[in-house]
């Protein structure tokens, strides 16, 4: 991102997540997030034999999500190549909670029901939202299902372009579109 008003600056940190969607041949889906955490100096670390030399990984963290066309999950897995303590590989087991569960609304909150807190990791709960909105961009256009059409009640109202009342909305998903005056909100 250009600087709007040039400023010297050091880099200290560098977090890079990747995300990748992969049609199986067996027809299921993976959908793979990985999350790195680099520093551009030595952090000291008990843990890691003293410190973390700069540029080697402090996190590198993975998790893999196999579902089908529904987007019902049917294998998790996560792994922990890179944590600060030794302890944080040994939850990732707690991942296949997930297993059997479907994304889609609601599912934000039972992830964090299953595995918040202590029942989780909190760099690999950070992906789990980043690997939900994957999973819908692998699956449309190419799944069997018109999944733009099936997403829609994941998406409406989520943002600006998925406004009920929007032009995208009325154009690409009709039968959903409200004119903003019928729109009611709850509560009101």
């Given at each position: 991102m250009p600087l709007s008003k040039p400023v010297k600056r050091m880099l200290h940190h560098q977090r890079v997540v990747r995300c990748h969607g992969y049609l199986r041949e067996d027809g299921d889906w993976d959908i793979e997030a990985r999350m790195t955490d680099t520093k551009s100096h030595n952090v000291d670390n008990p843990e890691r034999g003293g410190y973390v030399p700069a540029g080697e990984p402090f996190h590198?963290?993975?998790?893999?999500?196999?579902?089908?066309?529904?987007l019902l999950i049917r294998e998790v897995e996560a792994s922990i190549d890179y944590a600060p303590f030794k302890i944080c590989s040994g939850i990732i087991s707690a991942f296949?909670?997930?297993?059997?569960?479907?994304?889609?609304?609601?599912?934000?909150?039972?992830?964090?029901?299953?595995l918040g807190g202590v029942q989780g990791c909190t760099h690999l709960n950070e992906l789990l939202p980043v690997l939900a909105t994957t999973a819908i961009q692998t699956l449309w256009p190419?799944?069997?299902?018109?999944?733009l059409s099936e997403g829609a009640r994941l998406m409406l109202n989520s943002c600006h372009s998925w406004s009920q009342s929007g032009s995208m909305v009325k154009r690409y998903l009709p039968n959903h579109y409200q004119?903003?005056?019928l729109i009611t909100v709850s509560g009101a």
């Open positions: 590198d963290l993975s998790i893999r999500l196999t579902m089908d066309n529904t296949k909670k997930l297993e059997g569960s479907r994304i889609g609304p609601g599912w934000q909150l039972l992830c964090r029901d299953r190419n799944s069997d299902k018109d999944v004119p903003e005056n």
